[in-house]
């Protein structure tokens, strides 16, 4: 989680990659 919102925005990519992981 942490490595995927260093690369893309955080706010939007927190939601989609949360269910995920």
């Not at 989680?1 to 955080?10: K, L, T």
């Not at 706010?11 to 989609?16: D, E, F, G, V």
Request: a positive charge; glycine letters at 0%; zero cysteines.
């Amino acid at each position: 989680m942490a490595a995927a919102a260093r690369r893309e925005p955080a706010q939007l990519h927190w939601t989609p990659f949360s269910v995920l992981w």
